[in-house]
């Protein structure tokens, strides 16, 4: 298919550009699935992010529709389309932050490892061309199993020789943004105002709320405390339910997503104090992937908290994230070692 990147000067007409890429004016950023449920809105909050100056929107189908949409938005960024694998390259390289929402999303009945499948392959050939065109790009990683496409990321990036654990975060800010608005439902809060902690991983009972921790401080009972973490853990299969076969959270998500990516960009600018929980490689546990608050600087990732006192329900919930973490984090291993 003819390329069509570049759709910012259409016309041919452009005068020299005033806008410089990268460096102090802005970022380059690309979206890998751009065109899909997440990816369009995803497209369309990046583009009004002052911080980007240069968007790549990339996906196997309808790009260049979505692409078209996308650059008559009166903001700052360039906004330039890629179709399909033979323009991977091309979408890749000079990017700073790469966020990754392509695959096939849940139906009503699956589980997120349902995905493995088909998503694993998806993710591996996304990040091969990661290694190669822009190994020093923070990549935020969307794609279900969460638990298994970052240990796959991290396992390709290893044998490109390209792995820094600060640049490969698993994306769980949506448990966050769900977390903060179930509290505050219950709680009578400014959903604004609430911040849950929420560590281990994404999916299920590896979702771990830290409602011990939440600020500002709260007391729940008992009864508060089981429905909000059952609500957090189960957040996705609701919305799943809903759609019924239409797909999985796509707006939430694209807000979500939107929020961490704009922490990465605010860090990698220099800002101070930016902290988020993502699922990282860690030792903050046995495990060598977990979720946890996570400071973002320059670098990615340049500091990973401590868990904190954890209450005895938390504890014991802890001890099940991490029986799951370890299965879907293997798995995802074996499947680039195989
Ligand atoms: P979708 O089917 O609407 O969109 C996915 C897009 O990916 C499609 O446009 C598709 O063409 C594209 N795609 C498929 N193969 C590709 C490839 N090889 N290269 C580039 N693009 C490719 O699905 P969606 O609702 O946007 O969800 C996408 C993924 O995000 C799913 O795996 C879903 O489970 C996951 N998700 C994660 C979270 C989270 O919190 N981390 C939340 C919601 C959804
Ligand atoms: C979510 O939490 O909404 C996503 O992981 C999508 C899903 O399958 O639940």
Redesign the pocket.
């Known amino acids: 298919p003819p390329s069509f990147s570049h759709m910012e000067g259409s016309s041919g007409l452009g005068r020299a550009d005033c806008r410089a890429e990268g460096g102090s004016t802005g970022f380059k950023v690309a979206i890998l699935g751009a065109a899909g449920g997440i990816g369009q809105p995803l497209s369309l909050l990046m583009k009004m992010n002052p911080l980007v100056s240069v968007l790549h929107l990339y996906d196997v189908v309808n790009t260049p529709g979505v692409t078209a949409d996308i650059s008559h938005m009166d903001t700052g960024a360039v906004v330039r389309g890629f179709l399909g694998q033979q323009q991977l390259e091309e979408a890749l390289t000079g990017m700073d932050l790469v966020i990754i929402p392509a695959g096939v999303?849940?139906k009503p009945g699956?589980t997120?490892d349902d995905?493995f499948n088909i998503n694993a392959g998806i993710v591996k050939t996304l990040c091969e061309g990661i290694a190669k065109c822009c190994p020093n790009a923070i990549v935020n990683l969307i794609s279900?199993p969460?638990n298994s496409t970052v240990p796959i990321a991290a396992e390709v990036f290893k044998k490109a020789g390209t792995f820094d654990p600060n640049r490969l975060l698993g994306v769980t800010m949506?448990?966050v943004v769900?977390a903060n608005t179930f509290v505050a439902e219950v709680m009578g809060l400014d959903p604004r105002e609430v911040d849950v902690p929420v560590i281990g991983g994404?999916?299920g009972i590896t979702i771990l709320p830290l409602l011990s921790q939440v600020k500002p401080p709260c007391s729940f009972t008992q009864k508060e405390i089981d429905y909000l973490t059952n609500r957090i853990q189960n957040?996705?299969?609701e919305?799943?339910e809903a759609k019924a076969g239409a797909g999985?959270?796509t707006l939430?998500?694209a807000y979500a997503a939107v929020q961490f990516a704009d922490a990465c960009l605010r860090g990698l600018r220099g800002d101070a104090d930016i902290v988020r929980c993502a699922f990282v490689a860690s030792h903050v546990t046995e495990l060598p992937f977990f979720a946890s608050k996570v400071r973002l600087g320059r670098c990615g990732v340049e500091e990973i908290y401590p868990l904190g006192p954890l209450n005895e329900y938390e504890r014991v919930g802890l001890e099940k994230a991490k029986k799951e973490l370890e299965t879907s984090i293997e798995k995802g291993v074996a499947f680039v070692k195989k």
């Open positions: 999303p849940r699956m997120r995905l279900n969460v949506l448990d769900r994404h999916a957040g996705g299969t919305v799943v999985s959270a939430s998500m």
